[in-house]
């Protein structure tokens, strides 16, 4: 299966690694705080489940992480939290 480009997030759908399934509703939010533009790329996404709206960081949605295992090189298990489902896969 081809690698999605974190870059270019869109309307996709992601799988998230504990299982839900979800939709980038726009993934070039600007984060403030107190009225300060702080400069943090946000994903706002929702649930496809329940229609509950997140958000996280640009970072955070596409950060490697590890559920403690480990491969048979003994190197921590990686992947992304928030997986790219391509179009036309079944949900």
């Given at each position: 299966m081809k690698e999605h480009d974190p870059q270019t997030v869109g309307p996709n759908v992601y799988r998230h690694y504990k299982g839900g399934l979800y939709r980038v509703l726009d993934d070039n939010v600007m984060?403030?705080?107190n009225g300060l533009d702080d400069g943090k790329r946000m994903v706002l996404y929702v649930s496809m489940t329940n229609g509950r709206v997140f958000t996280r960081t640009h970072e955070q949605f596409f950060?490697?992480?590890?559920?403690g295992?480990?491969?048979?090189?003994?190197q921590p298990r990686l992947f992304r939290r928030f997986a790219w489902v391509p179009k036309g896969v079944k949900l």
């Open positions: 984060c403030s705080t950060e490697l992480i590890t559920d295992t480990l491969t048979k090189e003994a």
